[in-house]
């Protein structure tokens, strides 16, 4: 049986808690997963709420009949909320839109000793499949920056294709998809940086470095933040520094904070740039459009950065 825990998208800070509303960026991750579920989701599904505000309104993105679970926005422990579920032995896949540290509990209880992503982020998704008397495992875990704001403003028509796309590549239908990705590349960003993506190697497609920069550059020249990360990222590992970090300043000056991350990492190599790392560093968390792990990462560079000696 399916079982996809959603956890709520970034929402302001304020009491009373349960009154708490999804900020603007919290809006648009909940619209690219429910995106995202319009064209994946296994049919007849049931989708379980908190009845808190921030998930009710992550929830609404995704055009489904919700049911209010009281459940979910208590201290239960995993096995009392799966055993009020009853999710091994439901008649139909289940949806639930909840709150961390619960979902992330239900999660390791479930996988136990299957390796499993340790960061739960603001707005993802997590897929697992189980059948009683089985071991479950995790079928995919689906991030919002991930796909893209490109997404959110595909023609009907395309969004379709992508996502058939996305579903052959995870199958490893690798061919099947670089056709759908080569098609949608002609007007679409997204799908150049995928297709670039297949081209950089172990994809079932031959690795060519000079069509994994046109697609990026493609995608990048038509402000993909996305393309111009990829793009920087793919010059600094040929040693490119000065063209990696030009791209990386576009995406920065795009509104991508996690590109400031990356121009960080490249001046951490000497110990005479800690202050333009520290900079790049804050300004990150000052652009925004990073990922949790993302905001971890700095935090912990930071922190580093503050008990080095001067």
């Given at each position: 049986m399916e079982l996809l825990l959603w956890r709520h998208a970034e929402a302001l800070d304020?009491?009373?808690?349960h009154e708490r509303q999804l900020t603007t960026r919290g809006q648009k991750q909940a619209r690219k997963i429910a995106l995202w579920l319009e064209a994946n989701a296994p049919k007849n599904l049931r989708l379980l709420v908190s009845p808190t505000l921030r998930t009710q309104q992550t929830a609404t993105r995704f055009r489904y009949q919700m049911e209010i679970c009281e459940a979910l926005a208590t201290n239960a422990s995993p096995a009392e909320i799966l055993s009020i579920l009853d999710w091994q032995h439901a008649k139909t896949p289940l949806l639930v839109v909840g709150h961390q540290p619960m979902l992330s509990e239900i999660a390791d209880?479930?996988?136990?000793?299957?390796?499993h992503p340790q960061?739960?982020?603001?707005?993802?998704?997590?897929?697992?499949h189980g059948e009683a008397g089985q071991k479950t495992r995790l079928r995919q875990v689906v991030e919002a920056k991930g796909l893209s704001?490109?997404?959110?403003?595909?023609r009907p028509e395309d969004e379709k294709q992508f996502c058939r796309a996305h579903r052959f590549k995870d199958a490893g239908k690798y061919r099947k998809a670089f056709k759908i990705f080569r098609k949608l590349a002609?007007?679409?960003t997204y799908a150049m940086v995928s297709l670039a993506n297949l081209y950089s190697g172990g994809f079932g497609i031959e690795y060519s470095f000079e069509k994994i920069v046109k697609w990026e550059k493609k995608a990048a020249e038509q402000g993909d933040d996305c393309g111009m990360i990829n793009l920087g990222t793919t010059y600094r590992r040929t040693g490119d520094v000065r063209t990696a970090k030009a791209w990386y300043e576009k995406a920065l000056q795009a509104g991508d904070g996690s590109a400031a991350l990356e121009i960080a990492k490249m001046y951490l190599i000497?110990?005479?740039?800690t202050e333009r790392v520290k900079n790049y560093l804050h300004q990150a968390l000052e652009v925004g459009q990073l990922c949790e792990a993302d905001e971890e990462e700095i935090q912990?560079?930071?922190e580093e950065?503050?008990?080095k000696p001067v």
């Amino acid at each position: 049986m399916e079982l996809l825990l959603w956890r709520h998208a970034e929402a302001l800070d304020g009491t009373p808690d349960h009154e708490r509303q999804l900020t603007t960026r919290g809006q648009k991750q909940a619209r690219k997963i429910a995106l995202w579920l319009e064209a994946n989701a296994p049919k007849n599904l049931r989708l379980l709420v908190s009845p808190t505000l921030r998930t009710q309104q992550t929830a609404t993105r995704f055009r489904y009949q919700m049911e209010i679970c009281e459940a979910l926005a208590t201290n239960a422990s995993p096995a009392e909320i799966l055993s009020i579920l009853d999710w091994q032995h439901a008649k139909t896949p289940l949806l639930v839109v909840g709150h961390q540290p619960m979902l992330s509990e239900i999660a390791d209880h479930l996988l136990q000793d299957i390796p499993h992503p340790q960061t739960f982020n603001k707005g993802a998704l997590w897929w697992l499949h189980g059948e009683a008397g089985q071991k479950t495992r995790l079928r995919q875990v689906v991030e919002a920056k991930g796909l893209s704001g490109i997404i959110a403003h595909m023609r009907p028509e395309d969004e379709k294709q992508f996502c058939r796309a996305h579903r052959f590549k995870d199958a490893g239908k690798y061919r099947k998809a670089f056709k759908i990705f080569r098609k949608l590349a002609k007007r679409n960003t997204y799908a150049m940086v995928s297709l670039a993506n297949l081209y950089s190697g172990g994809f079932g497609i031959e690795y060519s470095f000079e069509k994994i920069v046109k697609w990026e550059k493609k995608a990048a020249e038509q402000g993909d933040d996305c393309g111009m990360i990829n793009l920087g990222t793919t010059y600094r590992r040929t040693g490119d520094v000065r063209t990696a970090k030009a791209w990386y300043e576009k995406a920065l000056q795009a509104g991508d904070g996690s590109a400031a991350l990356e121009i960080a990492k490249m001046y951490l190599i000497s110990d005479l740039e800690t202050e333009r790392v520290k900079n790049y560093l804050h300004q990150a968390l000052e652009v925004g459009q990073l990922c949790e792990a993302d905001e971890e990462e700095i935090q912990a560079l930071l922190e580093e950065l503050r008990e080095k000696p001067v």
